[in-house]
């Protein structure tokens, strides 16, 4: 039950990027981590949105074409 609900968790912070409510978000992923579903990645892609680093991780050529949560 607990790896439902850490995908449950991972896919409400989904929801929230794409709403772009990128705190909230960040809880969800760090939930979804506490049950063992790794977020890793879509955590990091928050935490770079949430402290600017988006320009120092991606290209320019590639940040208009990055599917971030696929």
Do not use: P, T
Not at 28 to 46: C, D, K, P, W
Request: hydrophobic share 30%.
């Amino acid at each position: 039950m607990s790896a439902d609900n850490g995908r449950i968790q991972n896919n409400l912070g989904i929801l929230y990027c794409y709403k772009e409510e990128y705190d909230k978000a960040e809880e969800y992923f760090l939930a979804a981590n506490r049950f063992g579903v790794n977020s890793h990645y879509n955590l990091q892609i928050v935490n770079n949105i949430l402290n600017n680093n988006w320009d120092n991780n991606l290209s320019e050529d590639n940040q208009g074409s990055y599917k971030v949560w696929d």
